[in-house]
């Protein structure tokens, strides 16, 4: 419910507005000189309220870690990880005590477990992924011990789209933009359209791009652990995610088996394909191509326009304009998708 | 590995060219009263060569159970399905045996397994999907004891397209047409445009759609276990699909939230969504509404048309035309994506 | 709940009088040269009726492998095993439809699945552990192949034991004597006593010793999957065994540390303890000595005396004198236990 | 690896020598009402130094949850305890970094992980029981509102063993005792036993047994998840831990089957066994029966007596009498058992 992962499994608990969120990740390798700051700058590129263009909120996000590492190697055993909640104001949600908010995960939530902690998000809350990053960012440093790297870049933000290949990016091409979008002048757009949306309470969906590149051929199941089953798995773990597709996705579909099929050729590298429509996964297996995945994230629920919904005895309620929402998740979202691929 | 599910487990084993395929399957309640012919005619759907558009391979799909069933009632103890495989031709796949073909599993599952049983698509065949629709038939018949009913239909051919929103059909709608598909047009459309590709020995992608009626509000879990991420890890398991999408799925991450956000409101059927963006899940929890999502399939890759590629030694391989080929498995999947769901 | 194991993961279905019981060993290394005959010979060891000291009745013990092997060697795909039953007679056990046979399982049974097989024990059946001996006979080739060996013997039956400390004997030791206890005299009185206790329709207890040779340290993990939690689970597994001991077991827990604390000591072949009071477990961890642990099983249930019970109705039943019973379910035991180990 | 449930997960993390130890705890029901001092009262019956017979070390147990509570009511999101090791003295270990002491797992973890952390046992060490404890006490806490009880008891030290029938004792009369103990009688000659070992600077070793009471038939499953063998996983997770048993147990070995079957009656409060050799459990399934089983410990490694081991380079070194050590885990052990059941 609360843990995903096999070999190398996280557990996470606390809610947005308790005390702490945190999480264990349990099978960890031992002896690996951790790099603390490598965590702390993924949290950091995580962390609401960098820029005009995402929610004001201020998170405090600075990772303690309690266990699990001795003189900054790992030891083996379960390493904790947690954030203390500066920025719990459970003031705010007061009055939406009774109000199933459109699109919220409230009127669920409470169908699920009979009860809500009206605080605010808890558990449904996109504060919870910041102990994601942090126990990604360890595995990040080990796979890139091993070569293995992984880039999440914004590939679209409504309507506003990149139409270039899937690629392999490096950081600093990916944060030299607000937005996180390696094209410049699409960057640059998206940000007047965030800042548009924005003033006018509204937010935007958009879809994001994962590229990991390095791995070697022969991971995977052939059955029902198929490695993009199980990234699919942790990938729709990610708030607001609505979609996922894989190398020619959703528009191979409408494409011919001649023209998308992806031939074998020998190379000076090995044998690679000649084409990668398959996404680097063939048979739920990785053939060593580079992985390749699009996610799909729905607008931000939270809006400061009106709307009308209803409370727990269904009388009409209308929803106020309010000053505070985040007309854009993708920029944060990049390092949860970077965390958990 | 070959297991998927937690309180309900399904085991799958069998080659498609070994003598049988089957499955186990675990934790399913004892005292149910099971409908046999159900069974079979999931079965007799799923079954290729049914009719021009499909692949003319004939399998033996005649299911037997020999164990967690006494006098037509579940015991509680793990029932076990197999299906002989009765077009076991070993000789037709002697020729490929050290040849990568374009998009197969050929490659990446012999980097896994250090070993490649060239019989045929061994686990990665389709074949295996028999034993799920088994599985999953059996899952049907307890679903609709409670009111919980599953539709899968074929929304899109190539880009020959639906453009209805998701609605439930029931099965006479879907299986009137030979690529099951509900709307007569579309349907006569797909079945020609399938002929034609079939003629030029090419093969179709396309789209299912399934939707889940009766599922009451509060199932699913708010974090990694969410109704959705499951569903993905079920449906990524299944061959051939590339994309997943949930309720508005990528076209509303082109929208803004005031245009897409679910807003509640009191019904006689008690507190229902005005529209259904969402897929009948709200923070990985089901809300009540109808769950919908839909299913990309790449097209086959065995083709009979000519395609260069290289074997194990890396050297250029011509395929020729075959005569045997499945242009399209929509019709096929149609089942398997209602037995996963 | 049918299914054992975490990388070698073991599932198990049939009933002691449906057609068939089987299982699937998924997770098994591909490439792995199996030895059939092996299999088979662990099979013989557990078959019941081979001699006057163990039950009359016959069971089929041949076992078919219909996937997960090609050309002798595993492929990596899950392998699936059978066995038929020959000897299911339903008839025997009518009568006993509605009766609750003392310290079986059928009061229980009932209680926990609302139904009961009255076919005979159903899964409760010791007949569905020769599968696991089947899957058993497989882990231990593969063992073997890295050193690692298994031995377990009869050691004591009713309250003739041996007095010897535990060791390693080869499997000629064990099976030359019919009760597969390696000490010839304590054999003869064990084997006599049997004959005793059946002539008197009645049935003996006893322990079973169990010996790993060649793990090397470094196995198991410290906390909840310690190396002898994990045994512990598979072990009690096992029809009727009511208790397990590690190396000192419960004598240990009547000394002080200062006699029973095992010391290292540098020897030719590396740091060894000088005692093995910790059955070569330390912390839930293999310290490279001999595991060692023993097995309590309770005299069979079925005896073949008058005994007085109750039926569903809660009308008091006699049980009659019956010819068939198993006086001792040792022998057959000794390869299970070998198995899970 | 350092979880264990199914549907109440338990998760845990932390050494005895970091600055935490702590649990989460996974899949609690929501909703209920939890007495947060009940939870303490079980942590204080474990901390050691509450007598002299037991060890002196001080440790801070005071409990803190931060997640999965709100209004002291569970919210089914997961718990989280923590508790704060105050008496982390890393300087009393420096000079045994490199020595493996008997009975201990430096050396297996060591060899387990290919370090160590010589600061203490890490996670080897009884301290990260204590979040067990505070977990254990709310699973309590539960049962008991579904009238189900646990109860353990120190039934014997070294020698000086209760000869009773295993039964339910209220925790008063447990907790008379200073060794918990519900004899007095014996209890007074075990404290006089443990004071001379202690000043002999010897440890003891003992047996704890555990009665549960209510739970009804029917839990449990009859092939691999048997009840007995789930208890089994968790009771030998507790560190000291070597034997184990069932109702009549070892001793019932040496019997008959005429001798130690459970036969059924009808009483006013349904159908009952006349006897209790089954602990309880039939055919790995509740009977309705009190639940029983015996749980061997180990004499404490830890003793103030010289003693010859080597150290990592193979030197022999001679441990010199030491002021510090436990002659007797039982007492703090009888409240983790409780958990732990």
């Known amino acids: 419910m609360n843990s995903i992962g096999n070999r190398l499994i996280l557990t996470s608990y606390g809610e947005s507005h308790g005390p702490t969120i945190g999480a264990v990740l349990d ?17 950091d590129r995580r962390k609401p309220g960098q820029s005009k263009v995402s929610t004001q909120r201020k998170e405090s996000d600075v990772v303690f870690v309690d266990s699990g590492v001795f003189q900054a190697k790992t030891t083996g055993a379960p390493i904790h990880f ?22 919220h995960a409230d009127f669920s939530y409470e169908k699920r477990y009979g009860y809500r902690d009206h605080r605010g998000g808890g558990r449904s809350s996109a504060r919870v992924t910041a102990a994601w990053v942090a126990a990604g960012s360890l595995a990040q440093q080990y796979l890139e011990s091993k070569n293995i790297k ?46 548009e949306a924005k003033e006018n309470g509204d937010s935007l969906g958009g879809v994001i ?10 991971v995977g199941n052939p059955v ?6 199980k990234l699919a798995h942790a990938m729709f773990s990610i708030n607001a995610v609505k979609g996922l597709e894989f190398g020619g996705g959703f528009a191979m579909s409408e ?28 048979g739920g297996i990785s053939n060593g191509m580079d992985i390749s995945f699009r996610l799909a994230f729905k607008p931000t629920a939270t809006i400061a326009k009106e709307q009308r919904t209803v409370d727990q005895s269904g009388k009409e309620i209308v929803l106020q304009a309010k000053g505070r929402h985040d007309p854009c998740v993708m920029p944060r979202a990049v390092p949860i998708v970077e965390s958990m691929a």
Chains 1, 2, 3, 4 share one sequence.
């Open 82 to 103: 947690y954030l203390h909640n500066q920025d719990a104001r459970p003031d705010d949600y007061q009055e939406l005590k009774e109000v199933y908010r459109p699109s």
């Open 255 to 282: 494409r011919r088996g001649s023209e998308v099929n992806d031939s074998f050729e020998a190379t000076d590298k090995g044998i690679k394909t000649t084409t990668n429509y398959s996404g680097g996964i063939q």
């Open 27 to 43: 099978g960890f390798p031992s002896g690996f000189e951790l790099d603390m700051d490598y965590i702390q700058r993924q949290l």
């Open 150 to 195: 992984i880039c999440a870049y914004v590939r679209k933000i409504a309507t506003i789209s990149m139409d270039d290949d899937a690629r392999f990016y490096r950081l600093e091409e990916v944060d030299s933009s607000i937005v996180r979008c390696p094209n410049p002048e699409l960057s640059k757009q998206m940000e007047n359209l965030i800042a």
């Open 224 to 229: 029902f652990d198929k490695l993009h089953a």
């Open 209 to 218: 791009e994962c590229v990991i590149q390095g791995l070697k051929a022969g």
